[in-house]
């Protein structure tokens, strides 16, 4: 059972352009979601993360979006440079169950074009 | 260098052979994790250790399988008896603990079980 899905194995966009990345979840008990950016022959980077209790967050170029009621996260990147290509994942919590695992989901593949 | 650090970097095993891993962790970490890459997957939960304590455990974990981490500082992960499926990248993870720290990784351990 993957309880977090990211349908889109890979995207390619255009430097300059937007990147929208999207991860679905079906644990309602999340209440934490993190963006990792893992780029080949290295461990996952830590990228941005949104509580339960936002819908938006800002670093920089990244946004991270969360709609609750659809169970629903992406991941904004403006504007996208040659340097973002790399797989990333998202991840999620369910702390109110007492935990403090993780779960990833499948990841997908950005491409920017220069 | 005071990130996530994991040794070895690469192990070629035999079916049947056993082999183990270490992780040290960021010094004031006190939750480390360990997760299972596959290619083409997300990592793949497998344990976590609050301070020296193994809080949780995948039930897709084998007996085969063991990690400790004695002092609360570096964990070892042993494989016992490996398998040619137990191929993977292996990733360790820490973070400090409290609701909304986020974890570093190191670098893996890619396991090739001939």
């Known amino acids: 059972d993957q309880q977090v899905k990211q349908n889109s194995p890979s995207l390619s966009v255009q430097e300059g352009r937007i990147s929208i990345l999207n991860c679905d979840y079906t644990?309602?008990?999340?209440?934490?979601f993190l963006w990792y950016k893992k780029y080949p022959a290295e461990g996952p980077t830590f990228l941005i993360s949104?509580?339960?209790?936002?819908d938006k967050n800002e670093d920089g170029r990244f946004t991270v979006f969360l709609n609750k009621s659809a169970k629903h996260l992406s991941l904004h990147i403006v504007p996208s440079q040659p340097g973002d290509s790399a797989v990333y994942f998202c991840?999620?919590?369910?702390?109110?169950?007492?935990?403090?695992?993780?779960?990833f989901g499948t990841g997908t593949r950005l491409k920017v074009l220069a | 260098d005071t990130g996530v650090s994991q040794n070895p970097r690469h192990k070629i095993t035999k079916r049947g052979q056993n082999v183990t891993f270490r992780c040290d962790p960021i010094?004031?970490?006190?939750?480390l994790y360990w997760y299972r890459q596959t290619l083409g997957q997300g990592p793949e939960f497998l344990t976590y250790?609050?301070?020296?304590?193994?809080?949780?455990k995948s039930r897709l974990l084998s007996d085969r399988f063991s990690a400790e981490r004695p002092k609360g500082s570096f964990s070892t992960l042993e494989i016992q008896r490996t398998e040619q499926g137990d191929s993977a990248m292996y990733l360790c993870?820490?973070?400090?603990?409290?609701?909304?720290?986020?974890?570093?990784f190191g670098p893996g351990t890619r396991l090739t079980v001939l």
């Open positions: 949104i509580s339960s209790i936002k």
């Open positions: 250790f609050q301070n020296e304590a193994q809080l949780e």
């Open positions: 991840a999620a919590r369910a702390t109110t169950s007492g935990t403090y695992k993780y779960i």
């Open positions: 644990n309602s008990m999340f209440d934490y």
């Open positions: 010094s004031e970490h006190n939750r």
């Open positions: 993870a820490s973070s400090f603990s409290g609701h909304n720290n986020e974890q570093f």
